[in-house]
């Protein structure tokens, strides 16, 4: 099982985290077609992003930095107000 | 056949001619390339030379034949879908897979189990109701059964379920079947490969050139191939093929793992899902238990195996077969699966002149191999997305009307 320290929490294992999408900006202008494309585009390659991890049994936000080629983490932080997609 | 092993036993050259002929150097140009030697893009090839007499066809993969999600999947094959788009596709591809081994001139030792869908409760009975009865409008064989009924179909499940989620009932699919995946794409292979198509393995696609919005042809490390039409047949690495062409999608790539028990002797002829404990099992030819469960919680781009995976399903499957407990896993693995947010493929034209996806095919793929071979050949041929897969095409995002095929995904999401 894969286990990472996380702020406020320690050490967990991943399962205990359910995953929820990356932190992307929203686009300045949101007409029918951009939105469509906000909607359902995925940018689906190996590469870093940011996702935003939720723990259910605390009820804690993180924002995590985690390589999806390699599956390797990068960086955690608590999600604080303000922390937005 | 015996004969046939005898005659090898005594002579000297093994006579059993090559599968598919291997050219040693890459043409320069060619009518059609075909990214991806999976099922998909072997039978598109095969059904371009068969059905539309274009033979000069290249099928380009990274690595060896089958080894995507074709040589991964846990090969069940269905036809009790959702939307009136999914039903006619999918059962299209169930005839054609019927009299495949005749048509391949190869076993692919098709073999007709009956599917169960257990509903542990209520809501998911519903559900098996309204997928009965979208079913039987569209003429597919498929029903509701009781739990006593499944109890007599099913040797060893325990209804109750270790106490905790008793099954209620069953949507009951008979023709749901099981095959070999590799047969399937040796056989395509091998027709393909006698109708004069070439199949480079090893030849990575790392680069598509497009001049003035029309695909020419595609860059490898063994040289620049021209072609009018390319088709990316790729699964799991579909995102990275169309940004190629500077194309966007919703596809994204999640692992999806199998396991398989040593063998036994035959005791389930019958193939199990079950949505709520998010598992399935069928047996094989061999004897062993092939098992899944629901896709891996994250975006990943490997093919990495988990503990997590095979500790999950087990907990589930021996609540359902308590007699599985003496079983050992043999092997475990992964694939990568090409999921879309409404569960139904990507498939057809794109805004790229020459340029035609077959993509989206996430955990459900296998069953369409005959059938998206066949539409994606006849859409290369004439120019234009087949009737029978233009709800698929990538303009539905744009659209917002997808067909929404979720409710009726085997596994848990
Ligand atoms: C564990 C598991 C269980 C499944 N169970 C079922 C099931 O029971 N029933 C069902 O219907 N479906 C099932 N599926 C889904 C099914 O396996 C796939 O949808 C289907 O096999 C896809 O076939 P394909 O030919 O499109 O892709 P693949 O077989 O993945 O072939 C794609 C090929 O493209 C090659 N490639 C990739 N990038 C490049 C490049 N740049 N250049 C050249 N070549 C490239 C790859 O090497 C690969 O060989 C399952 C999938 C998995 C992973």
């Known amino acids: ?85 | 056949m015996s004969l046939r092993l005898l005659k090898y036993a005594f002579i000297e050259d093994y006579a059993e001619p090559c599968w598919f002929n291997t050219p040693a150097t890459l043409g320069e140009s060619y009518d059609v390339i075909i990214i991806g030697a999976g099922g998909h893009g072997l039978a598109c090839a095969h059904y371009l030379a068969h059905d539309h007499g274009i033979n000069k066809v290249a099928v380009l993969d990274r690595s060896y034949l089958g080894g995507g999600n074709t040589g991964r999947n846990t090969t069940i094959i269905r036809s009790n879908y959702l939307t009136p788009e999914g039903v006619a596709f999918y059962d299209a591809s169930l005839a054609l897979f019927r009299d495949l081994s005749d048509a391949l001139d190869t076993n692919i030792f098709y073999s007709e189990r009956g599917h169960y869908t257990l509903a542990h409760n209520e809501s998911t009975l519903r559900t098996a109701r309204w997928r009965a009865e979208v079913n039987k409008h569209y003429g597919i064989d498929s029903e509701v059964v009781d739990a006593e009924e499944v109890a007599r179909a099913v040797p060893g499940i325990d209804l109750a379920c270790g106490g905790n989620h008793a099954v209620e009932g069953a949507l009951y699919h008979a023709p749901g079947a099981v095959a070999r995946h590799d047969a399937v794409a040796w056989g395509y292979a091998r027709q393909a490969s006698r109708a004069g198509v070439e199949i480079h393995q090893h030849t990575e696609v790392t680069d598509i050139l497009v001049e003035g919005g029309r695909v020419t042809g595609v860059v490898t490390p063994r040289g620049t191939v021209r072609a009018g039409a390319v088709l990316s047949a790729v699964a799991g690495h579909t995102p990275s093929v169309l940004a190629m062409v500077g194309l966007n999608s919703p596809i994204e790539i999640f692992p999806l793992q199998a396991c398989v028990t040593e063998p036994v002797k035959p005791w389930l002829d019958t193939i199990i899902v079950s949505g709520s404990l998010h598992l399935y099992v069928s047996q094989s030819a061999r004897g062993e238990m092939v098992m899944g469960a629901s896709l891996d919680p994250a975006e990943l781009h490997s093919r990495r195996s988990s503990f997590e995976f095979v500790s999950g399903l087990a907990d589930g499957m021996l609540d359902l077969f308590p007699g599985m407990a003496g079983l050992k896993v043999n092997r475990q693995w992964a694939g990568m699966a090409d999921m879309t947010p409404d569960f139904a493929p990507v498939m057809g034209t794109t805004p790229v002149a020459g340029f035609y996806l077959d993509a989206g095919w996430g955990t459900w793929g296998f069953k369409a191999t005959p059938i998206s071979g066949k539409t994606m050949a006849a859409t290369i041929a004439n120019g234009r997305d087949d009737p029978l897969i233009r709800a698929f095409n990538l303009s539905r995002f744009d659209d917002f009307s997808l067909v929404g095929e979720k409710g009726a995904a085997s596994i848990g999401h």
């Open chain 1, 1 to 85: 099982m894969k286990y990472a320290d996380f702020p406020l929490l320690g050490r967990r294992p991943f399962t205990e985290f359910s995953i929820s999408g990356v932190l992307e900006p929203e686009p300045a202008e949101l007409g029918e077609w951009t939105a469509a494309r906000w909607v359902f585009e995925r940018t689906s390659v190996p590469r870093e992003r940011v996702e935003w991890w939720y723990h259910g049994a605390s009820r804690l936000w993180f924002l995590v930095r985690r390589d999806t080629g390699s599956d390797t983490i990068l960086a955690i932080e608590p999600a604080r107000t303000g922390s937005r997609s």
